[in-house]
Structure formats: C-alpha cells, structure tokens
C-alpha cells in the first residue's frame, strides 16, 4: 500500500503543491503580503481537497471492481 502510494503521480503533484503552499504562506507571512498569505492558504485547501477527492473516486471504482 505504502509502495503504491509513493509510486503514484496523483500523491507526489499533491505534495509538492502543499510544499508550495506552505513556502508561499510563510513567504506571505514573514513579507506582510496578504494577497500571498491568502494564496498559500488556497493552494494548500485545493491540493489536499483535489487530492481526497481522487483517491476517493479512485477508491470508488475499485470497490465496484471487487
């Protein structure tokens, strides 16, 4: 399970978008930009929403398969 994880391009674009919207958020943060601050925080939301989203259609699919 943890080898298939890792293998999968759906995980490693939703990690490096939250590595972007953190880096973005403590960029935003420590520059006092609120526009960047509000930015990383959406990014982060999408990425970790977007990512569940498709392991759960994908979980979805291989139920019905089973």
Same mark, same amino acid.
């Given at each position: !399970?943890? &080898? ?19 880096? $973005? ?5 420590? !520059? ?15 990425? $970790?929403?977007?990512?569940?989203? $498709? @392991? ?8 019905? &398969? @089973?």
């Amino acid at each position: !399970m943890i &080898k298939e994880k890792l293998s999968s391009r759906k995980f490693w674009n939703a990690l490096i978008a939250e590595i972007v919207g953190i880096i $973005t958020l403590i960029w935003g943060a420590n !520059m006092g930009k609120q526009v960047a601050i509000i930015a990383g925080a959406v990014v982060l939301i999408a990425a $970790t929403l977007g990512y569940l989203k $498709t @392991e759960g259609d994908v979980d979805k699919e291989r139920a019905k &398969k @089973e």
